[in-house]
Each structure stands twice: as structure tokens, then as C-alpha cells.
């Protein structure tokens, strides 16, 4: 089989939602000799950025994203241990978070989708996350993005307050923080001193990537 026919499953497993299909194709690339960095990033990126394109657009819904999400990390688990140190040891390392008292982490599941897809080593330090655990994260482990969000009005005060952890802890000018969640906004980034906020996953992961 060819390499692009093997990129192409890559992708189409991804968008249409087909986790055997990806996992099947991400043993095939290690087989011929496929580059694992280029059958993620020619591969399941490529379709995993069409999913986000689509859900963007509003032309498919939640649900799809999730599965898709899944297929993806069932090619990425496969492909990524075959991934050189060295190559891992170059690429940028986020973190995703749900602050502390809020337990809605879907949308932070998709950014950590999204993020892995772009290139990011990500830590997920899942839902209803003490600020303190945040900030020391950030520190021990070398973050250089962390994404925040929140579902509810009450716990966005969590937000500027693991902001002032960081500066804190000398980590801040070090690190960017986006955020996000229905009850947050780009006024809101700017009070509390994050360098951005986005509606959905897929631009947040296209901002850090230009930036």
C-alpha cells in the first residue's frame, strides 16, 4: 500500500468516525516505514481538522466530535510511542483544565483533542481542579500553553486567581493562557490578564499555532 493511500485512511478514519479503521491504518505506517510524525500530522491531524472545520461551521454536532476524538487517539496511541524522543522533546507542552468547582468538561475534552491533533504534548489535569494544583503543574512540567475553562458564572474567579499563582511562582511570562466557556469573554481575558479567549476549540488551536 502506498504512503498516501495509508494517510488518506488515516485521515477518513477520523472524520468518518471508523476507530478500528484508524488504529488498523496506524499499524500499517509503522509497517511500510511510514514516519509516525508525518502519518499524525498527514494523516489523522488532517482529518481531525476537518472535523473541527465542519463542527465550526455548525455542519456537524457534538456528538461526531467526541467519536471523532476517540478515533484519533486511537491512531495517536499507536503512532506516538513509535515518535523519536527527540522529535517529543521539540514540541510545545499544554495543559487543559476545568477550574476548580465546575465538573463540565466537554468542551475542555475537545480543545485537549484538538491540541494533540496540532502538535501539542498535552497534560489534561481533568475537571474541578484546585488553582494551587494548577499553577504547580504549570511550574514542575514546563507548560507553555495552559487552557482554562469554566461552564458556570461562579467559578470563573478561579481564573485570574491561578493567574496570579503564576506570577507568583515566576512561571506567567513564561506560559500562555487562553480561556474559554460560555461565560467568559475577550473583556473578560483582557480584565484578568490572559492573552486570549476563543468561542471554540479549533480557533483556539489555530491562535497558538500562528502565535
Not at 109 to 126: E, R, S, Y
Not at 148 to 153: I, Q, R, V
Not at 163 to 185: F, H, M, W, Y
Request: proline fraction near 5%.
Amino acid at each position: 500500500m502506498s504512503k498516501e493511500q495509508i494517510l488518506e485512511d488515516l485521515a477518513n478514519a477520523v472524520i468518518n468516525c471508523k476507530a478500528d479503521q484508524a488504529k488498523a491504518a496506524a499499524e500499517q505506517a509503522l509497517a511500510e516505514g511510514v514516519n509516525p510524525v508525518e502519518a499524525i500530522n498527514e494523516g489523522l491531524v488532517k482529518g481531525m481538522s476537518v472535523v473541527g472545520e465542519r463542527y465550526a461551521a455548525h455542519q456537524v454536532y457534538l456528538p461526531q466530535v467526541l467519536v471523532s476524538s476517540k478515533c484519533l487517539y486511537a491512531g495517536l496511541d499507536i503512532l506516538i510511542p513509535a515518535i523519536p524522543k527527540d522529535d517529543l522533546a521539540n514540541s510545545k507542552k499544554a495543559a487543559t483544565v476545568v477550574v476548580e468547582g465546575d465538573v463540565h468538561d466537554i468542551g475542555k475534552n475537545i480543545v485537549k483533542t484538538m491540541l494533540t491533533a496540532g502538535g501539542f504534548v498535552v497534560t489534561d489535569l481533568g475537571k474541578d481542579v484546585p488553582s494551587a494544583t494548577v499553577a504547580s503543574t504549570v511550574k514542575d512540567n514546563g507548560i507553555d500553553v495552559l487552557c482554562m475553562s469554566t461552564l458556570m458564572t461562579p467559578t470563573m474567579d478561579r481564573m485570574p486567581e491561578i493567574i496570579d499563582l503564576l506570577k507568583e511562582n515566576g512561571t506567567r511570562s513564561a506560559c500562555t493562557v487562553t480561556i474559554g466557556g460560555p461565560p467568559t469573554s475577550p473583556n473578560f481575558a483582557s480584565e484578568i490578564g490572559a492573552d486570549h479567549r476563543d468561542n471554540n476549540a479549533q480557533d483556539c488551536v489555530n491562535w497558538l499555532k500562528a502565535m
